[in-house]
């Protein structure tokens, strides 16, 4: 057996300690090194499922940043001004960066000129439409009108499958419920009647109400809807809330959905998509919410690294029906964001700006 001299052996001791302890302080220096940061997500309220899930998918990144996130917002998507307060409050608190869904993109010119006055950077996330007025460092969304138009696209399939016709020779009545007045429903019912348009002209709306973007507000105007015109074929939902709501006052008054009447909506939240797989809702535009949410906080990230970003970063969105669920669940139809065009709220295809 081979002996170690213990004189040699109290020095390899002696060495071992030395490198532990050296990498014990390395370790530490490296973790009180590690910047940390607080960052806000201001939504237009939590009422909607989507806005939940895109928070879900925020702190899930901030989480592996080691960041803090303070997230507020108004009880209902109605208190344009207590969503503005709120941004005023959280940078005058001396958050890092700041992220906003607004409700009205004109009133939150106040708050993102407090934020510009602070030195706060402001991104907008679930919209590409720019403000009239203040620096945006980003927008972070999906194209709301063409994501509105290709989901048309697929009720005109739908309607000329079940009448056995041509797509463009489909029939059909639809009745539109919108969000609160402003970009986000201008956009959406804008880009829906295009693609009703432009692949079953045919297939009329013949009325459109506000429900607020909720689903019991959805339910009765639907219901209303239902007496008015009681050969409706299609209820549009600018979110998924307003469709469900549609749906269920559909199944009140007699209708088998996916049968003798249809209902879709936008967002693609975790509840629709059950109800997608149940066979009680018919579709939806999925716009990936959770990860909407993880690339707000990497592109934050970028901005703290100081790495160029582009003004608009154009999120995917995909029409979500039983044949391809599995797929949108499991991310394979996601793609990576890539640099996009601003949205204008003009009524006209993305991209047309006169």
Same mark, same amino acid.
Not at 202 to 216: F, L, M
Not at 345 to 354: E, H, K, M, S
């Given at each position: 057996?081979?002996l170690i001299?213990?004189?040699?052996r109290?020095?390899?001791?002696l060495?071992?300690?030395?490198?532990?302890?050296?990498?014990?302080?390395a370790?530490?220096?490296?973790? #009180?090194?590690?910047?940390? &940061? %607080?960052?806000?997500?201001?939504?237009?309220?939590?009422?909607?499922?989507?806005h939940?899930?895109?928070?879900?998918?925020?702190?899930?990144q901030a989480?592996e940043?080691? $960041?803090?996130?303070?997230?507020?917002?108004?009880?209902?998507?109605?208190?344009?001004?207590?969503?503005?307060?709120?941004?005023?409050?959280?940078?005058?608190?001396?958050?890092?960066?700041?992220?906003?869904?607004?409700?009205?993109?004109?009133?939150?010119?106040?708050?993102?000129? #407090?934020?510009?006055?602070?030195?706060v950077?402001?991104?907008? &996330?679930?919209?590409? !439409?720019?403000i009239?007025?203040?620096?945006?460092?980003?927008?972070?969304?999906?194209?709301? $009108?063409?994501?509105?138009?290709?989901?048309?696209?697929?009720?005109?399939?739908?309607?000329?499958?079940?009448?056995?016709v041509a797509?463009?020779d489909?029939?059909g009545?639809?009745?539109?419920? #919108?969000?609160?007045?402003?970009? &986000? #429903?201008?956009?959406?019912t804008?880009?829906?009647?295009?693609?009703?348009?432009?692949?079953?002209p045919?297939?009329?709306?013949?009325?459109?109400?506000?429900?607020? $973007?909720?689903?019991?507000k959805?339910l009765?105007v639907?219901? !209303?809807?239902l007496?008015? &015109?009681?050969?409706i074929?299609?209820?549009?939902?600018?979110?998924?809330?307003?469709?469900?709501?549609?749906?269920?006052?559909?199944?009140?008054?007699?209708?088998?959905?996916?049968?003798?009447?249809?209902?879709?909506?936008?967002?693609?939240?975790?509840?629709?998509?059950?109800?997608?797989?149940?066979?009680?809702?018919?579709? %939806?535009?999925?716009?990936?919410?959770?990860?909407?949410g993880?690339v707000?906080?990497?592109?934050?990230?970028?901005?703290?690294?100081?790495?160029?970003?582009?003004?608009?970063?154009?999120?995917?969105?995909?029409?979500? !029906?039983?044949?391809?669920l599995?797929?949108?669940?499991?991310?394979? %139809? $996601?793609?990576?964001?890539?640099?996009?065009?601003?949205?204008y709220?003009?009524?006209?295809?993305?991209?047309?700006?006169?």
């Open positions: 057996m081979f001299n213990p004189s040699i109290r020095s390899i001791a060495s071992m300690l030395s490198i532990t302890v050296i990498v014990l302080v370790i530490r220096v490296i973790r #009180t090194q590690r910047v940390e &940061h %607080t960052v806000a997500v201001v939504p237009p309220a939590l009422v909607s499922p989507f939940v899930t895109l928070l879900e998918g925020v702190q899930t989480d940043y080691d $960041w803090n996130v303070i997230t507020q917002s108004p009880e209902r998507e109605t208190d344009i001004e207590g969503q503005v307060a709120i941004v005023e409050q959280l940078v005058q608190q001396g958050v890092d960066a700041i992220s906003i869904n607004p409700i009205n993109a004109n009133a939150m010119i106040a708050g993102v000129t #407090t934020a510009n006055q602070m030195g950077p402001v991104f907008m &996330h679930n919209l590409i !439409t720019p009239a007025e203040g620096q945006i460092v980003e927008y972070i969304g999906y194209d709301q $009108w063409s994501g509105a138009a290709n989901l048309a696209a697929y009720v005109c399939e739908v309607l000329a499958h079940k009448q056995g797509v463009s489909a029939k009545k639809v009745f539109i419920l #919108t969000g609160i007045p402003g970009f &986000h #429903t201008n956009r959406r804008g880009g829906f009647k295009y693609g009703l348009a432009q692949n079953c045919e297939v009329k709306v013949v009325g459109e109400q506000t429900a607020e $973007w909720e689903r019991e959805a009765q639907a219901t !209303t809807a007496q008015q &015109h009681p050969d074929d299609v209820f549009f939902g600018n979110s998924d809330e307003m469709a469900i709501g549609a749906a269920l006052a559909s199944q009140q008054n007699g209708r088998v959905v996916n049968e003798d009447i249809f209902s879709v909506g936008i967002d693609g939240n975790d509840v629709t998509l059950n109800l997608i797989r149940e066979g009680t809702l018919t579709a %939806t535009l999925g716009v990936y919410p959770n990860r909407m993880r707000v906080v990497e592109q934050i990230n970028k901005l703290f690294h100081d790495e160029q970003l582009p003004y608009i970063l154009l999120t995917p969105s995909t029409v979500v !029906t039983r044949e391809n599995d797929a949108y669940i499991s991310g394979d %139809t $996601w793609v990576n964001p890539v640099e996009g065009s601003p949205e709220d003009n009524n006209q295809p993305t991209g047309f700006n006169p």
